[in-house]
């Protein structure tokens, strides 16, 4: 049998992201940061092709993407509540990471490793920030997939699309433990 790094897997099998609308300041500065976005750059990357860069947004910024948020759910028809929830998710973070997924030209790699590269950067990033002691939440939502927001909001190139943010800040509120898949029901055990 090898050797089981314990802490890891307690980690893994405890894991909760926490609701970004009950995180607070302080986030991690500059120094902090490094070593979570140095974790989601190890990804698995086939290729190494590094099909996703990071964006840090923060002060300013922060309440900018807010407004950009607002100006693509006016022009999207989107609610009011609607518009106001995801504005929200920006104008109250402490901090938060964009990364974008970056389509390269490759003969061997396919578009849809590169997407999952990126989504692999996501969930490691979160990871890292969760065992750093931050509080995070990995988020997505409408304006995310919304071509006119990625280019004003986050100057994405036509090559280049949201695969999620990142907000890390200090815990507000621990969640209560939510329902789990079952195990059993998801899994198939083939031997032959």
């Known amino acids: 049998m090898p050797e089981v790094n314990q802490p890891a897997m307690d980690f893994l099998l405890s894991r909760r992201s926490r609701p970004a609308k009950t995180l607070r300041a302080p986030a991690p500065d500059a120094e902090a940061l490094r070593p979570i976005l140095t974790a989601a750059a190890r990804t698995p990357d086939h290729g190494k092709l590094e099909p996703w860069r990071f964006v840090v947004l923060q002060g300013a910024a922060l309440a900018r993407m807010?407004?950009?948020?607002?100006?693509?759910?006016?022009?999207?028809g989107k609610s009011p509540e609607d518009?106001?929830?995801?504005?929200?998710?920006?104008?109250?973070?402490?901090l938060c990471v964009a990364v974008i997924e970056v389509q390269k030209d490759s003969p061997k790699i396919p578009p849809i490793e590169m997407t999952y590269s990126a989504g692999a950067a996501c969930l490691a990033m979160l990871n890292a920030a969760l065992a750093s002691g931050w509080g995070a939440n990995w988020l997505s939502g409408w304006a995310s997939h919304d071509r006119g927001f990625a280019e004003t909001a986050l100057g994405c190139a036509e090559n280049e699309k949201i695969a999620g943010f990142m907000h890390i800040g200090t815990e507000g509120a621990t969640p209560p433990e939510r329902p789990r898949p079952d195990l059993d029901?998801?899994?198939q055990w083939v031997s032959q």
Do not use: C, Y
Request: aromatic fraction near 4%; charge should be neutral; glycine fraction near 4%.
């Open 185 to 187: 029901a998801i899994t």
């Open 66 to 76: 807010a407004e950009e948020v607002r100006a693509a759910g006016a022009r999207l």
């Open 83 to 94: 518009i106001e929830k995801a504005a929200s998710s920006f104008a109250n973070s402490p």
